[in-house]
């Protein structure tokens, strides 16, 4: 009889009917969290990660002046253990420093730390629970005292939302520090809506509240990405992402600060096209700033970056040239890139 | 409220912890890398960026 009836199978609804949860407070629980599954909406992302399409293409993170060489030496792939030595000189900006790096990462625990030649240290430890829970720790360590910085940071991600808790500098002896809390919320398939506290705390005696909201709107076939962040004093951020083709996408970002007595706008346009042996990333502000970016793969081992920016209203430049080395110390059976057996064995090149 | 003393004592620990964490956060990753890795590597190959 009830084989003519189209049975929903995604969302999986809970038979209604009467069981222990009858009482109100249960009962209205089960419909609301019943209604909820019946919705499907997809889970938001962390608010951490809400303007990661558009910083991935933007060349703000990538640009760099001067030399910088990096030689990495991944030990082993699974767990994944790499240790690298970066150098840097002739910046206009940061003065000659080298760098030891070590990174370890596993299914659950991913642990990373950087020292440069001063002592300074940065590290970073990400453990995974489960599924849905994520602890991060990320710590900057520097022989100057008050110049440290912990935070710490937990993130629950729910089926259609997303929590995060996190405290910078916590101090337990007076409670001071920075703490932060942040709620992202699927409204439907396309949108999410969140919002963030900040509870600073410089001493026990003075704290300040500032509050957040985020607004996302993910395309249905996610091929173009909106984002808004508003901040208390009047800061907006919003940004733009599209994915025009498989190797090319652009991304807009606008930020516009409207506080009391500062008044000011930035608009950023960027390009990003990645191609087999070679991604290449072009920028244009409105203070006149128009860069570039170019990672050029000469081999699977051996990349060369060359990144540029002329500031036209200023009348100044940047230019940096960096290459990357990763050698490795184990054979292409052991990395995984060799086809299994079967196929014609290789030979074994000998480092 | 915690007391005087309670609240020196957080803050040596606390400065003590980070003593710790500076030197030996680097050495910590090294040595779960070392153990762990498959196949164990050879220390050299470790630390020299030539080898």
Redesign the interface.
């Known amino acids: 009889m009830s084989s003519s009836i189209p049975v929903p199978v995604d969302p999986p609804l809970p038979a209604p009917g009467p069981s222990s949860s009858s009482r109100w407070p249960y009962n209205f629980y089960n419909r609301f969290s019943a209604w909820r599954t019946s919705l499907d909406l997809p889970n938001p992302g962390t608010s951490e990660n809400l303007t990661k399409e558009a910083k991935g293409t933007l060349l703000n993170n990538y640009l760099f002046d001067g030399a910088r060489a990096e030689l990495s030496k991944s030990l082993s792939m699974n767990p994944m253990f790499t240790v690298t030595h970066s150098f840097n000189l002739g910046s206009q900006t940061i003065p000659p420093s080298y760098g030891f790096g070590a990174m370890f990462a596993n299914e659950q625990l991913f642990l990373h730390g950087n020292i440069d030649h001063e002592g300074n240290l940065s590290g970073r430890l990400n453990q995974g629970w489960n599924a849905n829970n994520v602890t991060k720790l990320q710590a900057q360590l520097s022989g100057t005292p008050g110049q440290s910085v912990l935070q710490v940071e937990h993130d629950f991600s729910g089926s259609d939302y997303t929590l995060n808790a996190k405290a910078v500098n916590p101090s337990p002896s007076d409670l001071t520090g920075i703490y932060m809390g942040s709620y992202l919320q699927s409204l439907t398939k396309n949108l999410a809506l969140g919002v963030e506290g900040i509870l600073q705390r410089q001493t026990p005696d003075m704290s300040e509240i500032a509050t957040a909201y985020l607004a996302k709107y993910t395309s249905t076939d996610k091929s173009w990405i909106a984002t808004a962040q508003l901040q208390g004093a009047g800061i907006l951020q919003a940004t733009y992402w599209q994915k025009l083709s498989d190797k090319v996408d652009v991304a807009a970002d606008l930020q516009v600060v409207a506080a009391p007595g500062r008044r000011d706008a930035l608009a950023t346009l960027a390009a990003r096209y990645e191609l087999r042996m070679a991604s290449f990333r072009a920028q244009l502000d409105s203070t006149g700033k128009v860069s570039a970016f170019l990672e050029q793969k000469f081999a699977p081992t051996f990349s060369f970056l060359v990144s540029g920016e002329i500031d036209h209203f200023k009348n100044a430049a940047k230019v940096g040239v960096g290459v990357m080395i990763e050698s490795s110390s184990m054979t292409p059976e052991e990395m995984g890139l060799v086809p299994p057996p079967g196929h014609l064995p290789m030979p074994m090149p000998q480092p | 409220m915690?007391s005087e003393e309670?609240?020196e004592r957080?803050?040596k620990a606390?400065d003590l912890a980070?003593t710790v964490?500076?030197y030996g956060?680097?050495p910590?990753?090294?040595y779960?890398?070392?153990t762990?890795?498959?196949?164990q590597?050879?220390l050299i190959?470790?630390?020299s960026?030539l080898a």
């Open positions: 915690p309670t609240k957080i803050i606390v980070r964490v500076h956060w680097i910590f990753i090294i779960v890398g070392y762990r890795s498959n196949p590597p050879s190959k470790l630390i960026p």
